[in-house]
Each structure stands twice: as C-alpha cells, then as structure tokens.
C-alpha cells in the first residue's frame, strides 16, 4: 500500500462513519405523542409572537421558520396539543418548561398561527 | 424507544447541572476547543522554527503543551459530537447549519489522518503545517457556525 494511502483511507472511513451515525441520530427524541384529550388552552397571538422571538427564535429561527437548532415549527402540522407537551417535558436540546403558564398558553397560540400547513 | 429517550434526557440533564442549556454547553466547549486549537498552532509552530522569539520554552516542554493541548482539545469535542451526531442529527434548514454539518461530517477524519500522519512518519515537510492547518481551519469553521453564532444571536453567558 503506497504511502499516503493509510491516512486517506482514515480519513474517508471516519468522515462516513459519522455521516452515517449523523443521519441515524439514534437518541433524536423525535416528535411529542399527541397527549391525548389533553385540553389546550390558547392566548394571546400576538403577545405569544414576541415571547416566541425573545425565548424561542433561537433555536427555531425567526418565525419559527427554522435556521437553528431546533426544528423548523412552521408548516410542522404540530398540533397545539404536542406543542404543550413538548413545552413542558422537553427532549433534546430543548430543557423543559422555558415558558409557563399564561406565557405558554400565549406561545401555543403563536405556534398554532403558524404551524398550519 | 423509551432508552433513546432517556438517553437524550439524562445527557440534558447532567450537561444543564453546569450549564443553562446543551446548546450553551456546546458553545463553551467548542470555545475551549479552539482556544486549545490555538495553543496547538502556536507550539507546532514553534516546533517548525517560528514563535521562538515569542515562545521561550524549551523544545521538550513545547512538545508536551502541544501533546497534551490535543488531548484536552479531543476531549472537549465529544460531548459536542454525542449531542450533534447522536441527538440532533442532520437536519440542514440553513447555510450556518449546513456548513456546520459539513465540516462536522469532516473533522474527525482530518483528526484521524492528521494522528496518524504525525505516528507514521517518514512524509514530505509540508504535510504536516498543510494537514494540522486543515484540521484547525475545520475546528475554526465548526466554531464560527456554531459557538460565534450563539455568541452574538442568543447569548453570550453560560
């Protein structure tokens, strides 16, 4: 095996190894489960539109159109019953309950603007 | 399904005991990998002749820093890659967010190829600067497209 060889092959053995183990990204919590009955409450959309740019834009992009960590939220189809859940347990990157009570009812009502497909 | 999920959450939890979020986890730690992967460029190039103005170590101490800033700078990156690999996985809904997978997908293989130039030997001189500058200009990119971004868009705190 000519010099040289060796580290070429590393390097295109690791490199597809991670793309491969990225594209599994075998510990993704994935989507909330519907919860059910669950009542969900909505408020304010525009008032949920600001807390939504200052808490949550972040990771879901401005508009919740996606750019960042997080998932892209509208167009989702993501009810507002699975918004809340996420909301309030949490999964991946996303701690649970950053937005409470009146609060979250306000970002649920944003998220269910846009969410819409 | 209900282990992939404890995983995710276990790993949130003990990475927020420290920090805010994973996200501002990631940010400080690919922070303190770069700024070893600083430290790293700095005594290769003392090693390469250059800095020794700057830098009045002795060789045997240099190689040390430049060994053990490695070590220390690999270690810094693999909770990042368990959360961007593992958890988040590849989802592409931006140009950052695309460069930075494409150099993730990348800069384990130069590391690889980079550890095992340097233990095999016997290369052209340039190989070496050419394959530790690849490796560090990736770090940076990674850096820029991730912890930067953070930085100056979400948060500049822990």
Redesign the interface.
């Known amino acids: 095996m000519p010099k040289g060889t060796r580290p070429l092959i590393m390097f295109a053995g690791v490199s597809a190894a991670v793309f491969a183990l990225a594209l599994a990204a075998v510990f993704e919590p994935g989507r909330p489960s519907a919860a059910g009955s669950e009542n969900v409450t909505l408020g304010d959309v525009y008032r949920g539109e600001t807390l939504f740019q200052s808490r949550c834009a972040s990771c879901h992009g401005q508009g919740g159109k996606g750019g960042g960590s997080g998932p892209a939220l509208a167009g989702s189809s993501l009810t507002p019953v699975q918004v809340k859940a996420q909301i309030d347990a949490g999964g991946g990157a996303m701690p649970a309950g950053l937005v409470t009570g009146r609060d979250e009812e306000d970002v649920l009502a944003f998220v269910a603007s846009i969410a819409a497909p | 399904m209900d282990l992939?999920?404890d995983?995710?959450?276990e790993?949130?939890d003990v990475v927020?005991s420290v920090f805010s979020?994973?996200?501002a986890a990631k940010a400080w730690l690919a922070t303190a990998a770069i700024g070893l992967a600083v430290v790293q460029v700095t005594t290769a190039s003392h090693m390469w002749g250059r800095l020794r103005g700057v830098i009045r170590l002795s060789e045997p101490v240099v190689h040390r820093i430049h060994r053990w800033s490695g070590r220390l700078a690999f270690l810094c990156t693999l909770p990042v890659f368990f959360?961007?690999?593992?958890?988040?996985?590849?989802?592409i809904?931006?140009v950052?967010?695309g460069v930075h997978?494409v150099a993730?997908?990348?800069v384990?293989?130069?590391?690889?190829?980079?550890v095992?130039?340097v233990r095999?030997k016997?290369?052209p001189r340039w190989v070496y600067p050419a394959?530790g500058g690849t490796l560090a200009g990736t770090l940076a990119l990674l850096w820029a497209t991730s912890s930067l971004w953070?930085f100056t868009?979400?948060?500049f705190g822990f």
Do not use: M, Q
Not at chain 2, 83 to 91: A, E, M, R, S, T
Not at chain 2, 109 to 114: I, N, P, Q, R, T
């Open positions: 992939l999920l995983v995710s959450s790993y949130a927020t979020s994973t996200i959360h961007c690999v593992f958890i988040l996985g590849y989802d809904p931006g950052r967010v997978a993730g997908t990348f384990y293989g130069v590391f690889s190829a980079k095992l130039i095999e016997g290369y394959v953070y868009n979400v948060r």
